[in-house]
């Protein structure tokens, strides 16, 4: 931890976030004495005493962010996530040792990657992206299908470990954002027997808000304007009540500018997402036990099930939408 803290102050830009794999805290009194000051300190450990696991991430206190959830699988894999506000980003932690079972570690990853709208992950995941066997590429699948990229260079000289005898890439950053510039350094350590990941990410600058202008009669001077008129001036010819009318118009015409909001799909809830998030789940699952008959007619039903929520949250958001135009047709667009 001094090594660390040393680390930090040498480094002449701002480090917002620390994240660390096997940190090997062992209880409460061990994580409160892991302290850097300036951040707030995150953390998940082992319960039962045994060396080695944990995780932990540190947040410098100038950014606002809170704590989402942590999970420790079988007291062997652990993740921690927390959020960023204003970036409305999670960041996530991930440690997985060699002994944890492959195919329940994927369907607990999938389940926290399938939560996250906006979110960068790092982790000790012990698969090495330069070995294609069969828990690797199901993991590489797993990222890619959730919509997630690995931002690892997998070539040998950008390897996260590296012995007299073997390069492997253990360590790996992956993010579902799009568009978006990452800028990944791999450095040497003495601090650990793994590499050091730098992530630098391009500032993510909000979408401005679409101003357009239209011109628009003010018809409270209008007709305060015409009414003026009427009782000072007797018009016998439709040639000059034409003209002063248009004058009136003319001169009462400003000049507005509206923001154009992106649509909106009001019919969306809570209730929704999670349907959704849990039919991918096992449709997941169904996919990955293709002669599992419960596991597909579980997803089926759950299929099934998002659909009518959808239809039904629909209808009641249009019907509510029109019964709230009944007498004012203008409304209606």
Not at 62 to 73: A, G, Q, R, S
Not at 183 to 202: A, F, N, P, W, Y
Request: charge should be positive.
């Amino acid at each position: 931890m001094d090594e660390l803290r040393c680390l930090i102050h040498t480094i002449p830009h701002k480090v917002h976030v620390i994240l660390i794999t096997e940190t090997w805290i062992k209880s409460e009194a061990e994580a409160e004495n892991l302290k850097i000051p300036g951040y707030t300190h995150y953390y998940n450990y082992r319960c039962d005493n045994r060396r080695g696991g944990g995780v932990s991430i540190f947040v410098q206190n100038d950014l606002k962010h809170h704590y989402i959830e942590e999970l420790c699988v079988n007291n062997e894999s652990h993740f921690i996530w927390i959020h960023l506000e204003k970036l409305s980003l999670d960041i996530g932690v991930v440690y997985k040792p060699n002994t944890a079972n492959n195919q329940e570690f994927l369907e607990n990853y999938t389940q926290q990657l399938l939560k996250r709208k906006r979110a960068i992950v790092f982790g000790d995941f012990n698969y090495d992206l330069l070995i294609r066997n069969q828990s690797t590429t199901a993991y590489q699948q797993t990222v890619r299908e959730n919509g997630y990229r690995i931002l690892n260079k997998i070539d040998p000289n950008y390897c996260t470990r590296e012995t007299a005898n073997t390069r492997t890439i253990l360590d790996h950053v992956s993010t579902n954002i799009l568009n978006n510039s990452f800028h990944l350094v791999i450095v040497d350590s003495v601090m650990s027997d793994h590499k050091e990941l730098i992530l630098e990410v391009d500032r993510i600058i909000s979408e401005k808000l679409r101003k357009v202008k239209y011109t628009a009669v003010d018809y409270n001077q209008l007709f305060k304007t015409m009414e003026e008129l009427s009782q000072t001036e007797i018009i016998n010819e439709y040639e000059d009540l034409e003209k002063n009318i248009l004058e009136a118009v003319r001169k009462h015409t400003v000049t507005k500018t509206k923001i154009l909001n992106p649509p909106k799909c009001d019919w969306i809830n809570k209730e929704i997402i999670e349907s959704i998030q849990r039919r991918n789940l096992l449709a997941y699952k169904s996919l990955r036990s293709p002669n599992d008959e419960t596991a597909r007619s579980e997803y089926l039903h759950q299929r099934k099930l998002v659909r009518a929520k959808i239809q039904t949250a629909k209808n009641n958001y249009y019907q509510k939408l029109f019964m709230n135009c009944v007498g004012k047709s203008l409304k209606i667009k």
